[in-house]
C-alpha cells in the first residue's frame, strides 16, 4: 500500500480484556517495529521484526505483551489482560533494510 | 546503542533559524546520525540523516563535527507548523539495528 495502516486507530476496553492490534507494513520492507507512546513522552522500543529473523522482543514491558508478524506483511500486536497503564499510542513503523522508517498513525488504546 | 541527549523544549518566532543540538559521545564508527519529527497525533517522519560534515535538503541541514560526539539539526526560517518533537537518533546503518527514540525535543514556534 502506500503507507504503513494501523488498525483501528482507536480502541476502548475494559480492564481485563484482551486487545489485539493490527499493523499493514508498506509492501516490500523487510523490518517492522512497534513503539508506545505515553501521552506527552518520547516512543518506547516493544518489537522488532527483521525479514525471518527472530524478533528483538527486549523492549516488551510483561508477558502479556506479544507480537506475532506473517513473513514480511501483517504484523499484530497482541495485550492480554490489559490494565490501565497500558493506555497509550500504539505506533507501528516499518522499512527496507536498515534504512529510515515510515510510520503510521497509531492505534490509541485508551483501559477504563 | 549510543545514547543521545537533547533538549526538553525549545522557543522560537516564525522566520527565526533553529539550531537543536544533540550529544552523542559514545558514538561508533558506524554509526550514522538521523532526526525525525513528530506532529502532534502523528507518527514520526524521517527529516535527515548524516554520518559526517554537512548534510542539506529540502527540510534542514545537519551538521556534525569531526569527532561526531554531537550533531546539530538547523531549521531555516521556521513557520507556526514546524511546531513539533524533533528526534535524534544515533545507529549501525548497516546491520539491522532496532532504532530507539528518546524523549526529543518539544519545539515550539510562536507567531
Known amino acids: 500500500g502506500a503507507g504503513v495502516s494501523q488498525s483501528p486507530s482507536n480502541k476502548v476496553t475494559e480492564k481485563g480484556k484482551d486487545v489485539e492490534l493490527r499493523c499493514d507494513p508498506i509492501s516490500g520492507h523487510t523490518a517492522l517495529y512497534w513503539y508506545r507512546q505515553r501521552l506527552g513522552q518520547g516512543l518506547e522500543f516493544l518489537i522488532y521484526f527483521q525479514g525471518n529473523s527472530a524478533p528483538d522482543k527486549s523492549g516488551l514491558p510483561s508477558d502479556r505483551f506479544s507480537a506475532e508478524r506473517t513473513g514480511e506483511s501483517v504484523s499484530t500486536l497482541t495485550i492480554q489482560r490489559t490494565q490501565q497503564e497500558d493506555s497509550a499510542v500504539y505506533l507501528c513503523a516499518s522499512s527496507r533494510y536498515n534504512e529510515k522508517l515510515f510510520f503510521g498513525s497509531g492505534t490509541q488504546l485508551s483501559v477504563l | 546503542l549510543a545514547k543521545t541527549t537533547q533538549p526538553i523544549s525549545m522557543d522560537s518566532y516564525e522566520g527565526q533559524e533553529v539550531n537543536i543540538t544533540c550529544s552523542h559521545n559514545?558514538?561508533?564508527?558506524?554509526?550514522?546520525i538521523t532526526w525525525y519529527q513528530q506532529f502532534p497525533s502523528q507518527g514520526p517522519r524521517f527529516i535527515i540523516q548524516g554520518y559526517k560534515t554537512k548534510v542539506t535538503n529540502e527540510v534542514a541541514s545537519l551538521f556534525i563535527p569531526a569527532d561526531r560526539k554531537s550533531s546539530t539539526l538547523s531549521l531555516p526560517r521556521v513557520s507556526l507548523s514546524d511546531t513539533a518533537v524533533y528526534y535524534c537518533?544515533?545507529?549501525?546503518?548497516?546491520?539491522?539495528?532496532?532504532?530507539?527514540f528518546g524523549a526529543g525535543t518539544r519545539l515550539f514556534v510562536k507567531a
Open positions: 537518533l544515533v545507529g549501525d546503518n548497516t546491520g539491522g539495528f532496532k532504532t530507539i
Open positions: 559514545n558514538i561508533a564508527t558506524n554509526d550514522y
